[in-house]
């Protein structure tokens, strides 16, 4: 009988199958890969979840609620976790790992929402999360023999990394993220109105916003073939991040005094599917408020088109 032990209550899937290898003096998790007789060594399956319960003594239910989904909506493929749904693959990140040193050492564990595209700080530590090893330069993987240390070999606890102020963009979205996908384990306080309504927004639209008002790195850059269905590195995740977040600001208390600002730096095409796919009525209310503001601040010359759904009022 392995060695068994509940999941946290914000660990992810795949470094919770590690972690327990590991407690059960395992280097690695092909061995599970092979018991459930998983060809393809990059991702467990939904059927997969009873298995991986009882053998670490977890609650089925709980594996359940960690497990990344592929389903389809209305015909469109999405991904699911728990009740939380995401639209754009790109979003996500679950088999390209990024961790906190500090947490690993700390804790132990792997957070689930490490797994979010732009979650690129630790809002416990307040450092940046790494998605690289600084001894060999490769990318982590979860097919390596030990949590605590990469491939080659190199501790974790060695590794330093750049720490941020409390105020950064980066830690507040990851604050906002922690909150929306685990309130109990988040103590995330919005700074200002602005915060109070993105964090009102879903996981999934969020994201979308970010990369939208985020993914151009600078006002008249062109986004290339491709670069929309992309999973970023962290390095450059956490970059388009702090952009997303300050111009989405920018953007929106020049709204609130009626000002205007460059709407260069934005991505219109995707702002404008944006507005069409918002399903929630948060989101929705959102999306109506932005398409009245492009069309103001554009001074007629953008339209976005509309929600197709009832009107709402933001404020």
């Keep these: 009988m392995p060695w068994q032990r509940p999941l946290e209550n914000d660990e992810s899937l795949m470094g919770f199958v590690l972690r327990m290898a590991n407690s059960n003096e395992v280097r690695g998790i092909h061995w599970l ?37 592929r389903r389809f909506s209305h015909g469109a493929p999405i991904q699911t976790i728990d009740t939380i749904k995401i639209t754009k693959p790109y979003l996500i990140r679950p088999l390209r790992p990024q961790l906190c040193p500090r947490c690993i050492e700390d804790n132990g564990y792997c957070r689930l929402v490490w797994d979010l595209q732009f979650v690129s700080a630790c809002h416990v530590h307040k450092c940046a999360l ?17 949590l605590k240390h990469c491939n080659c070999g190199f501790p974790w606890n060695k590794l330093q990394t750049h720490e941020y102020t409390s105020d950064s963009p980066r830690v507040r979205l990851a604050d906002i993220f922690q909150n929306k996908l685990r309130p109990a384990e988040s103590n995330f306080s919005p700074q200002d109105p602005f915060e109070v309504t993105l964090s009102g927004l879903s996981i999934d639209a969020i994201s979308k916003l970010i990369w939208i008002f985020g993914v151009k790195e600078k006002f008249d850059s062109h986004i290339g073939t491709g ?18 977040y300050l111009r989405l600001k920018l953007f929106s208390c020049a709204a609130l005094d009626k000002a205007s600002t460059t709407l260069d730096p934005i991505n219109l095409t995707g702002l404008k599917a944006f507005v069409l796919e918002a399903d929630s009525d948060p989101d929705i209310r959102f999306a109506e408020w932005l398409a009245r503001e492009i069309i103001r601040q554009s001074e007629g010359t953008y339209s976005l088109g509309t929600t197709g759904q009832r009107q709402h009022q933001l404020f």
């Design 227 to 244: 670069n929309s269905q992309k999973i970023l590195r962290t390095e450059d995740a956490s970059r388009c991040a702090e952009r997303g």
């Design 130 to 146: 790494v998605d690289r090893c600084p001894l060999c330069h490769r990318y982590l993987q979860w097919m390596r023999p030990f």
């Design 33 to 69: 890969y092979q018991r459930l007789g998983r060809n393809k060594l990059n991702r467990f399956k939904f059927e997969d979840c009873d298995a991986i319960a009882l053998t670490f003594g977890a609650s089925i239910e709980n594996i359940q609620r960690v497990m990344w989904r």
